[in-house]
């Protein structure tokens, strides 16, 4: 997984897993708990929500077909200083 700057927000991408359909992306900010912020197709997705001067750490858990996880699943972190530099 990785991030890099998009339009007003944080790109996650990722590379496609055999076996998924859907990719759930998870955010969380520290130590916090996992929130789920969004459920995608794609191999990647813009995080608008993100905030200038904080870190973030985004997990990308694989879901086949029958809506269970699969393996896979990917892990990258923003720090404060990346994420000013991206939005």
């Not at 813009?46 to 896979?72: F, K, L, M, W």
């Amino acid at each position: 997984v990785s991030a890099n700057a998009a339009s007003k927000g944080i790109k996650v991408t990722w590379k496609a897993v055999n076996g998924a359909e859907k990719y759930r992306v998870y955010k969380r900010t520290g130590a916090s708990s996992w929130d789920l912020i969004a459920t995608v197709d794609a191999t990647s997705y813009v995080d608008t929500s993100a905030s200038s001067g904080t870190s973030y750490t985004y997990t990308v858990r694989c879901i086949n077909s029958s809506g269970t996880y699969t393996s896979g699943n990917l892990h990258c972190s923003c720090s404060q200083r990346q994420v000013q530099e991206l939005l």
